[in-house]
């Protein structure tokens, strides 16, 4: 059982670690780049807030009316710290492409995490206070996102004021940033856990009858 426990640690630990060799790509960062303006943009969708434009003047002339959800003001709200919002991702180790990148702990960590609360001694080289912190990787994707966001702010802003009825994952990165060459991972659609089913993962310590299994979902 010690054996395993080492085995297993340094399959942990090798998949952590790995996070550091991989930087995102183009097609990685434009993706999620999108995914976090058009979340945001959902947001004000609905708004019904009418925008009153211009000084009122002397003559007595009325202020211009626009519908928040139209506005350029919608569309600068959104997109300020936008990249911001890649620092809530997480590596995912145990999935493929750019699906490793999400929200929420991976399967990897939380099985750490467990192992920790459970009285298991794990190292990683770094206090289990900083667990949270953001990776390598998407520490990366975020300066992406900012430099790509700046690079292409005018196409942003003639998708949102002309061509909404287009999916801005398709218009931006499809047709304005990445070759087709680069575009593989626009393909990669989440299908829920990636972990086969049935697939057990042993767990000991103090207190527990050795060999016990879980499933990996439950860990």
Known sequence: MELFLLCFFWVCSFAISAEDERLPNRCEVCKFLT???QAA????????????LGAVLDTGKRRRKIKYNTSETRLTEAVDNICE???QYSVHAERPGSLRYAKGTSQTMATLKNLVHKGVKVELGLPYELW???SVEVSDMKKQCETMLEQYEEVVE?????HQEER???????THILKTSEQECLQEVWKGDMGKKGSKVQVASEGEGRGKTHDAGEL
């Open 35 to 37: 995914v976090e303006l």
């Open 41 to 52: 943009l959902e947001k004000t969708g609905r708004s019904k807030e009418v925008l009153e």
């Open 85 to 87: 919002g890649i620092l």
């Open 132 to 134: 949270d912190e953001p």
């Open 158 to 162: 003639d998708w949102y004021f002309h």
């Open 168 to 174: 801005l994952e398709r218009f931006l990165c499809e």
